[in-house]
């Protein structure tokens, strides 16, 4: 078998894995949440937020992007990816994994690729839910003008690059929840960095984590001319880089 078979064997295999589990149920409610949080805040409190005449899909898409990118976003990877490791660490099953006719870079690179997807996934969802939160705000409390604005383009953009800004923290997670069996030490260590770069982001020092480059990337403005682009390479970089690290790493190991 070359490498692209043992990959899609490997794939497969985490498809069956994932099934029916939180892991699946997590990239889904970790958005729908902070979308269902914007939409209560908003209906109970729209005449602070929605001024007559002014699109308030513009506020209502703020409050969305700001809440997932600096606080759930970061949290949602770390537990995503303690809960779909410990799928193999709860039934110690890394023995048998490994015992199976397939290169140990197919084992890794199919959960990183699952991870990724299921990430991806979350911010289609972030997207659609986002999207019916305001048509149906516009349903129930139509003093506040939704039905008569559309939504601004450039939130589907915000989702597509606030995505790729989490690729970084992405592969430091998998790591460490693959190399630690307990659940607290990569949950623990990703809410520590999610908390530290919300506190110190005033601070200019606390832009090198990776963990707070989603929610840097909008550079606190809605005008996608003046989004930190140059964060999206530095993402990805890390995220190639991050892949070599873990290849290396975990290819160490005869049994994680």
């Known amino acids: 078998m070359n490498i692209a078979a043992h990959l899609l064997s490997g794939l497969a295999m985490e498809r069956l894995k994932i099934k029916r589990t939180m892991v699946v149920w997590l990239a889904v ?26 699109n308030p899909w513009f506020n209502f898409s703020e409050h969305i992007l700001a809440g997932w990118s600096l606080f759930i976003f970061p949290i949602y990877v770390s537990l995503l990816s303690a809960l779909y490791a410990g799928i193999e660490h709860q039934n110690r099953a890394w023995g048998y994994i490994y015992s199976l006719p397939m290169l140990k870079s ?13 990430i991806a996934l979350s911010h289609v969802v972030l997207f659609v839910s986002g999207s019916l939160a305001g048509n149906l705000m516009g349903v129930l409390k139509p003093a506040y003008g939704f039905q008569d604005f559309t939504m601004p383009t450039f939130m ?18 998998l790591l ?24 110190a982001r005033s601070f200019q020092v606390s832009h090198f984590s990776p963990y707070l480059w989603p929610f840097v990337f909008l550079n606190f403005t809605l005008d996608v001319q003046k989004w930190d682009y140059p964060i999206l390479g530095k993402s990805f970089l890390l995220y190639v880089l991050g892949i070599l690290i873990s290849l290396w790493a975990l290819g160490k190991r005869s049994n994680l």
Request: neutral net charge.
């Open 106 to 118: 197919s084992i890794y690179l199919s959960k990183l690729v699952v991870l990724t997807a299921l």
């Open 176 to 199: 460490i929840s693959l190399w630690f069996e307990s659940f607290i030490v990569p949950a623990g260590f990703g809410l520590f960095a999610t908390l530290t770069g919300a506190i």
């Open 29 to 54: 409610f970790a958005p729908a949440f902070v979308v269902v949080v914007a939409f209560v805040a908003g209906y109970a409190d729209g005449e602070k937020f929605y001024k007559p005449g002014v």
């Open 156 to 173: 589907p953009q915000a989702c597509i690059w606030i995505c790729i800004c989490g690729l970084g923290m992405t592969v430091i997670q």
